[in-house]
Structure formats: C-alpha cells, structure tokens
C-alpha cells in the first residue's frame, strides 16, 4: 500500500512539474501573441493604404532555421487542417495548433514546421517578411 501511495506521490509531482512548465511555456505565448497583433495591426494598415514598413522579398525567404527544415516528418504525423489568415483570434489558432500537435505528437521541430504551413493571407506574408533563422523553435 505504501509503495502505492509513493507512487501516487510522485506521479502528482511530475504533473505539477509538467503543469508549471505548460504555464511558463503559456505565458510566453501571450507575449508573442502580443507583439503579433502589433505586427498584425501593422500588416493591415499597410493593407488599407496606408504607408507603412513594406516587406522585402527574398528569393527564398527561410524564417525557420533550416535544421528544423531538414527534419523529416513521420509518416503518421497528420497534418494540421487549420489555417490563421490574420482575421481569427490568435491565441485561439495556437490553442488549437498545440492541441493538433500533442495529438499528433512528433517532435518540437516536427511542430514548427508544420505551425507555419497553418498561415495564409496577411499572416503569411509577415511571416515570410522575418530575418533567416529567425524561428529557432516551437517555444
């Protein structure tokens, strides 16, 4: 019984462990989503005609750093059939990404890669407009 208890224990520290990370790990999302609204206010003033930093093109823009790129992807990771335009709630989108993620499981460069292929529209062209290697992880 005592071995049991023990047990019990520690599976409920490691979950508080888990549970701490997940919060710190949220509270950076609020921040990046934060400066993405920013980003995405400025995104749609430049849309309406208004003058603004214009985005360069690159020849082949690679905001995710390319060991990320040169993962391979499992077979049995699905892919994510949600897409972020700009329009929708942001912390939304992530909320629902990470939990397609978790289900889905794979690695975080399997996440990463696969987090930018939900972007279309105006959200699109911000992120193509990042430095290279700009994106170093899912965090």
């Not at 508080?16 to 609204?37: H, P, Q, Y």
């Not at 930093?53 to 049995?76: E, N, Y």
């Amino acid at each position: 019984m005592a071995e049991v208890r023990a047990e019990h224990v520690l599976r409920q520290d490691q979950f508080r462990a888990e549970l701490d990370v997940s919060r710190a790990s949220n509270e950076e999302l609020r921040k990046a989503n934060k400066e993405l609204r920013r980003d995405l206010q400025r995104l749609r003033e430049c849309s309406t005609g208004e003058r603004g930093p214009t985005i360069q093109a690159r020849a082949r823009p690679m905001p995710v750093l390319q060991a990320i790129m040169d993962v391979i992807l499992l077979t049995s990771f699905m892919t994510p059939k949600i897409v972020f335009t700009g329009t929708e709630d942001p912390e939304a989108h992530l909320t629902a990404s990470n939990t397609h993620m978790m289900i889905s499981g794979g690695t975080d460069a399997m996440h990463c890669k696969m987090f930018m292929g939900t972007f279309t529209g105006i959200t699109l062209q911000w992120f193509i407009g990042l430095p290279d290697g700009h994106i170093t992880s899912s965090d």
